[in-house]
């Protein structure tokens, strides 16, 4: 078997052409129509107003963090476990992140958790929709309402998903996503904001292009940033949106094959649909018991690797690594993060993958697992 990567992109359709009309027209910096197609095209998408493009996911989170004010002395609340973005943002804006524990069932944030975290200088919640699994969003924002929080979602590893028939990013003051080169749709790099609220739209439009008034060529109302998405990169963007319902459905076909091999075998746990919630396959990942396998989650990677099938680790808990630990508040316990994290792997499951590579893939875990 051939190497067998993690994900990679598919890119057979208008991405040539319309990166070829941004090269023939000379719009390759961040003028140009693609970029507000793609911005239009992407919030009509999840069904939300207004969409702003940006340099990648992290700056989306900074800008939507910025446009709400948050900043020194404000509270923010994240989950322990995730891919870091969101916390960097938070301490970009001087803000302190309070984590808190996910639910071992979902792996995301554990709702039940969430109240006891708040102070008086909570600002708002930043709910990270992991692995393309949707958040407990109803009692999310009720707690929301009942403390004055604002919800920015953290949507970069689940474009699509939907939570009791609606998108996600469309449930939060803001939204953020990515289009990194192993998210569900790709622009090389690249990120997005979404948001219902024009005045905020407007706020992040205008950080990200240098603080400069719109009205007014080189005039700097504040300091902003260069957070601007290319033309060229927009053009990428949208040609993959026009197959995002084939590439949600080819990675569902993925996860279903990967669930219907692997779901009774001992010593491995597969993701459970959830009532009323569409899950979306970013990452197929699964957890393996070190009491029941007969190889522990490092022992397997280790044997995939060898076989050339690359995996990836689930995140480690944010509460354990170095630039993060001084943001533990005392008595805090992340067991469900803790005990997901030594035992998640994620096997390939990019759109090019074939149903002979999965079976091949899941026949070395079995394999491996059983003894
Ligand atoms: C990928 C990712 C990001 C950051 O995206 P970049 O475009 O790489 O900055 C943020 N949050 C989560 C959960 C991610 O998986």
Known sequence: MKFISISQPVLEGNEAKYIQECLRTNWI???????????????GYCGVKYGVANSNGTTALHLALLALGIKAGDEVIVPDLTFASPVNAVVYVGARPVF???????????TTKIEKALTSRTKAIIVVHLYGRPCQMRPILKLAKKHHLFIIEDCAEAHGAQYHGKKVGSFGEISCFSFYGNKIITTGEGGMCLTNNKNLAEKMRILLNHGMD??????HKQVGFNYRLTNLQAAVGLAQLEKINWLLNKRTKIANLYNYLLKDIPGITVVKPEPRTRLVCWMYSILVDPKISRVDRNQLMATLKKNNIETRPLFYPLHQMPPYKKYVKKGQAFKAAQYLSVRGLSLPSGGNLTSKEVRYIAGTVIKMVKG
């Open 29 to 43: 910096s961040s003028q140009g129509k693609f970029v507000k197609r793609f911005e239009k095209a992407f919030a």
């Open 100 to 110: 808190v524990d996910v639910d071992k069932e979902t792996w995301n944030i554990d």
């Open 214 to 219: 719109p009205n007014k060529k080189y005039w």
